[in-house]
T-cell receptor, first 113, second 114 residues
Framework: GDSVTQMEGPVTLSEEAFLTINCTYT??????LFWYVQYPGEGLQLLLK?????DKGSNKGFEATYRKETTSFHLEKGSVQVSDSAVYFC????????????FGKGTKLSVKP | SAVISQKPSRDICQRGTSLTIQCQVD?????MFWYRQQPGQSLTLIAT?????????ESGFVIDKFPISRPNLTFSTLTVSNMSPEDSSIYLC???????????FGSGTRLTVV
């Protein structure tokens, strides 16, 4: 079945460091790909998404490119801030608006001042 | 995108009791999804709820333990029945807000069973 594999955390960075969180997927079709963020004590928020190969999703300085050839959707940010400390989940959906999300295990990011 | 109001936000319950979680959406949606997030873990789909039909449960989840109602296109409830400490988790509802908007989540219900 479909699955998402995320790099394990926790990840600890200094402020202004470069961030990469790796995400690869397995799917039978052509899924939509998502990154969600969960700040401490809060629910899930959509960070960015891409619905087809070579699409780049971006938001709040974060970017991820849908790479069909490597089945990857790595999350990057050029300069992290303390306020980016959160858990990041990579997810996919194959069913359009009728399908559920399949999540990776999540990566906890801590940014130190 | 859709906005979901989820209640309660948290609760502490005695083992053996039941808790019903409600999700109200500000627009009509076909499918609603219920997830569980155990402490420090990722989200696992419990069931998919369609209006007017029985919910579809994922492997490891059964209707007797997690009955779901979906009386209309904007509302759903999930009940956690005969609770034990192992049910302590965050429970979240979600709707698909169209492929261009991603999925929207309720704020979650943090359940502690003592």
């Amino acid at each position: 079945g479909d699955s998402v594999t995320q790099m394990e955390g926790p990840v600890t960075l200094s402020e202004e460091a470069f961030l990469t969180i790796n995400c690869t997927y397995t799917a039978t079709g052509y899924p939509s790909l998502f990154w969600y963020v969960q700040y401490p004590g809060e629910g899930l928020q959509l960070l960015l998404k891409a619905t087809k190969a070579d699409d780049k999703g971006s938001n709040k300085g974060f970017e991820a490119t849908y790479r069909k050839e490597t089945t990857s959707f790595h999350l990057e940010k050029g300069s992290v801030q303390v306020s980016d400390s959160a858990v990041y989940f990579c997810a996919l959906s194959e069913g359009g608006s009728q399908g559920n999300l399949i999540f990776g295990k999540g990566t906890k990011l801590s940014v130190k001042p | 995108s859709a906005v979901i109001s989820q209640k309660p936000s948290r609760d502490i319950c005695q083992r053996g009791t039941s808790l019903t979680i409600q999700c109200q959406v500000d627009s009509q949606v076909t499918m609603m999804f219920w997830y569980r997030q155990q402490p420090g873990q990722s989200l696992t789909l419990i069931a998919t709820a369609n209006q007017g039909s029985e919910a579809t449960y994922e492997s490891g989840f059964v209707i007797d333990k997690f009955p779901i109602s979906r009386p209309n296109l904007t509302f759903s409830t999930l009940t956690v029945s005969n609770m034990s400490p192992e049910d302590s988790s965050i429970y979240l509802c979600s709707v698909a807000a169209g492929v261009n908007y991603g999925y929207t989540f309720g704020s979650g219900t943090r359940l502690t069973v003592v």
